[in-house]
């Protein structure tokens, strides 16, 4: 038996979907690789709820996060970073590395962020161009209210970035009717499919302020993107075999239908979670009310040390959980319930806690 891999990414795969993988490489300029891109880039737009384009990058989630940043913006170009955790201060970081004038909007860690604090900001510095967030924060297990955050970024008329690296085919993200300019998502969260590819939607606003970018850019060129996928390739060699788990992964997940999946995402989001509660343990989100479908994040209990409890999962019981990042590191631990999950995993993640817990310093619950 394969342990069980409960981290936000990389997920388990499906077996129809590590069988495509195996397959014989074919030209990535040929007829037969055009006709599988042509397939996933209509089925993603579907799941992105897009009528703009959408790309798929052979890079992980940050590649596209980074995408999203070079194109569509200049060095000096005021952002605002709305961070709820350490991918929010991540996309903040890129945004710096390329010159822009970045403003910070920081939540406390467990904590949804405000979009009327988002406005006051806006209201103040009009000068900002584009406002970035995170819709599912992994490292805190807490989900934004996009749809409100972009609302009130497309009422001052900014650019929408969006990272929904660790929610898009989990969690309901309407693209265009929430006015999202660029989303971005990686293959090896909720799309069942191992890392290496990094996919993201276009909207037309997007495309104008592409036009006046000047930030540095060569691989992630979004122009060089839509000029190859008009004959159905990428600039690049892509990572072909990728590819064909990408095809079978949104096959399966079509076939079970994205209001099932979602719907799916939640009930076992909330099983987690009353197991964790059962048990004694107490959530790290400050409100049940937006934590995350897709990652249940966990204080570490007192007397209890974390790192430790991880190891005695992984080596006794075959259970594989997420740490804490940045200055959560020891403090909390993370179970990924995204992509190819049901109750009965949850159960067994439970069980295995139920029994380690004992073992690394708990006292009584
Ligand atoms: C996983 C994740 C990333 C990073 O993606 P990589 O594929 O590791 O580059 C960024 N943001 C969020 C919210 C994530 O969950």
């Known amino acids: 038996m394969p342990p069980q891999l409960r981290i936000p990414g990389p997920t388990p795969c499906p077996d129809d979907v590590l069988k495509a993988m195996g397959r014989q490489m074919i030209d990535h300029r040929g007829k037969e690789f055009g006709e599988v891109m042509y397939r996933v880039t209509t089925s993603l737009k579907e799941m992105f709820q897009t009528k703009g384009d959408v790309f798929v990058l052979t890079t992980s989630g940050t590649g596209a996060m980074e995408a999203s940043i070079v194109n569509t913006l200049s060095p000096g170009d005021k952002v605002l970073a709305v961070s709820i955790g350490s991918f929010g201060d991540r996309y903040a970081d890129i945004a710096k590395a390329y010159g822009a004038d970045v403003q910070c909007l920081n939540f406390e860690w467990g904590h949804q962020a405000d979009p009327d604090a988002v406005r006051r900001v806006l209201k103040d510095v009009p000068a900002i161009k584009a406002v970035l967030f995170t819709h599912n924060e992994t490292s805190t297990g807490v989900t934004n209210d996009l749809q409100s955050l972009a609302k009130v970024a497309r009422e001052y008329d900014k650019l929408v970035l969006v990272d929904a690296i660790s929610s898009l085919g989990s969690i309901n993200l309407e693209t265009d009717a929430w006015g999202c300019d660029v989303v971005c998502t990686g293959s090896q969260k909720g799309w069942m499919v191992p890392p290496g590819l990094a996919m993201v939607s276009v909207s037309q606003k997007a495309w104008q302020a592409y036009e006046k970018a000047k930030m540095p850019r060569y691989y992630f060129d979004f122009g060089k993107a839509r000029k190859y996928l008009e004959k159905k390739q990428t600039p690049w060699t892509p990572a072909v075999s ?85 200055k959560l590191e020891g403090k909390i631990f993370r179970i990924g319930h995204l992509g190819l999950v049901t109750e009965k995993d949850m159960d067994e993640v439970a069980a295995a806690l139920r029994s380690a817990l004992p073992s690394v310093g708990l006292k009584a619950l």
């Open 242 to 326: 990728q590819f064909f788990a990408l095809q079978v992964g949104l096959d399966d997940l079509a076939k079970e239908g994205m209001p099932n999946v979602m719907a799916r995402h939640k009930r076992i989001s909330k099983h987690a979670r009353d197991s964790a509660k059962a048990i004694g343990l107490k959530l790290f989100p400050a409100s049940e009310t937006y934590a995350s479908a897709t990652v249940t994040a966990i204080n570490g209990p007192d007397g209890v040390n974390v790192v430790k409890l991880l190891q005695v999962l992984r080596d006794e019981y075959k259970v594989v959980l997420a740490g804490g990042q940045g």
